[in-house]
């Protein structure tokens, strides 16, 4: 399972990348609960779905867009609470680790994939 | 919207992630705790635009300045213990005292400039978090205050380091308060260039820096020395800001022949304000002197007359700018050409 998590916005408007992917039973262990935490089916799934949902967006904020496997969700950074923020958390923190070097800049993605 | 997310999670799910303790999963493990423990919130107040005032009220006496500041020491709860209000002596905490005086320096050039009291006009007080969260490498205007990061320590620095980053969260305050323009595509990036403006504006007042001296750029300063780049965006040269290997190019056009479509971003509003900011540029460096004089006023008068609509497409606002310039310094005044010049140089139709 792919895990990516990507955060677009902010006054410098400046994307970031996490990317993780699951693939050992130990692995697969760890994020089902973490990403089957969230209430996907709540929630926008597109940023333009989310534009439509959504009040005003208050200026200068972060935008999540957030993909597990085949479940997609966007949410401006306030909603990024309780387990979505979980989610988001950790995969950066897995995504730079596994990247093996201090959080990287901007735009680059910190990439926790394989080849393939 | 936090409760009932955290309400979704069973609590026996909660404490099973409370337990992670594998390398990585402890941000997820220490937010489960949190959550166990209900000591996690986050409220925000909502944005909410507010008609023009009266031309009666515009006219009113600033008052004096009055500013609180708060430090959320590292959490993202608003807005934090209050180290420092009006008049009291500075806290030695550079972020804390830079917005201070950056929230000062900003009600004087809307109080000298432009005759405008506080952020509403009827003195709103002043208020800002800083130590927002961890590493957080942004700023805010959350709809009544403004709260900022103090950056990643690798890309970004914290963010009360620029004056004109502190100028430019108070100017979506100001925004919010008049023309209310609306946070996606053209009205966004037209609200975005409001602040990169008004926030370069407050530097070159407190700078005392004609438009030919000013640098006319925006974040100037929060990049750490690993960075290849000077600020976030130049006015005066849209695009060229930064280009680094690493955070790649400064994406900002400085013309409608390279617009930017995107869902992005809420439609670009941080990379086409580029446009209008290079015409605000183009109009100070034609006319000479400070530019929070003719070109300040004629902007200011666009934002705030009441006649801006608040989904103004770029040649709206364009059109509105034309109409102020001909208001206060006359049809076929060299203030008024400027502005129809510089509208045609970054191709916005008039």
Redesign the interface.
């Known amino acids: 399972m792919k895990i990516k998590v990507e955060r677009t916005g902010g006054i410098a408007a400046m994307t970031r990348v996490w990317t993780v992917e699951a693939q050992t039973d130990s692995d697969l262990n760890q994020w089902q609960p973490i990403v089957e935490a969230c209430p996907w089916d709540a929630v926008p799934r597109t940023p333009r779905a989310a534009a439509a949902a959504a009040e005003a967006p208050q200026p200068d904020r972060f935008f999540y867009s957030i993909t597990a496997g085949q479940r997609r969700a966007a949410l401006p950074e306030q909603a990024v609470t309780g387990p979505w923020r979980i989610l988001v958390d950790t995969a950066r923190a897995a995504a730079e680790a596994s990247a093996g070097t201090a959080p990287p800049p901007a735009g680059a993605e910190a990439d926790g994939d394989g080849p393939g | ?2 409760v009932q ?2 309400s ?2 069973p609590p026996y ?1 909660l404490r ?2 409370a337990q ?1 303790d ?7 493990a220490s ?2 705790r949190k ?1 166990l423990g209900h000591v ?1 919130s ?1 409220h ?1 107040a ?4 507010v008609p023009a005032l009266p031309p009666g009220l515009r006219q009113v006496k600033p008052g004096p300045v009055s500013r609180s500041i708060y430090d959320a020491a590292g959490e993202e709860t608003l807005p934090g213990r209050l180290v420092r209000d009006e008049g009291g002596e500075p806290t030695g905490d550079a972020a804390a005292d830079e917005a201070y005086d950056g929230l000062g320096n900003t009600h004087r050039l809307y109080a000298d400039a432009f005759g405008r009291d506080s952020v509403d006009g009827r003195g709103l007080k002043l208020d800002a978090t800083v130590h927002f969260g961890k ?1 957080y ?7 009544s205050q403004m709260v900022f990061g103090d950056g ?1 320590g ?3 620095q914290r ?1 009360t380091k620029s004056l004109s ?1 502190i100028g ?2 108070l100017a ?1 305050g100001v925004t919010q308060y008049s023309a209310g323009l ?3 595509n053209q009205a ?1 990036a037209l ?2 260039s409001m ?1 990169d403006v008004f926030g370069a504006l407050v530097e070159q007042f407190v700078k005392n820096q004609s438009a030919a001296e000013a640098s006319w750029l925006i ?1 100037e300063g ?1 990049f750490t020395p ?2 290849q780049g000077l600020a ?1 965006r130049s006015m005066q040269a849209p695009g060229t800001a930064y280009d ?1 290997d ?3 190019k400064d ?1 900002q056009p400085d013309s409608m022949d390279s617009y930017v479509r995107t ?4 439609g670009g ?3 086409n304000s580029g446009i209008p900011n290079r015409a605000f540029y183009l109009v100070a460096d034609a006319l000479g002197g400070y530019a929070w004089e003719a070109p300040g006023r004629i902007w200011y008068q666009t934002l705030t007359n009441g006649s801006l609509p608040a989904a103004a497409t770029f040649t709206v606002f364009a059109r509105a700018t034309v109409r102020a310039a001909a208001d206060l310094f006359g049809a076929g005044s060299r203030e008024h050409d400027a502005v129809g010049a510089a509208w045609e140089t970054v191709k916005v139709k008039v």
């Open positions: 919207m936090h997310f955290c979704i999670v799910l099973r992630l992670q594998a390398p990585g999963f402890s941000s997820a937010a489960a959550a996690e986050f925000t909502r944005a909410q635009a590493l490498d942004n700023a805010f205007w959350n709809g990643d690798d890309v970004f963010f980053v430019h969260e979506h609306a946070y996606r966004g609200n975005e602040s974040g929060l690993k960075v976030l680094d690493v955070l790649g994406p869902s992005a971003d809420n509003v941080h990379i």
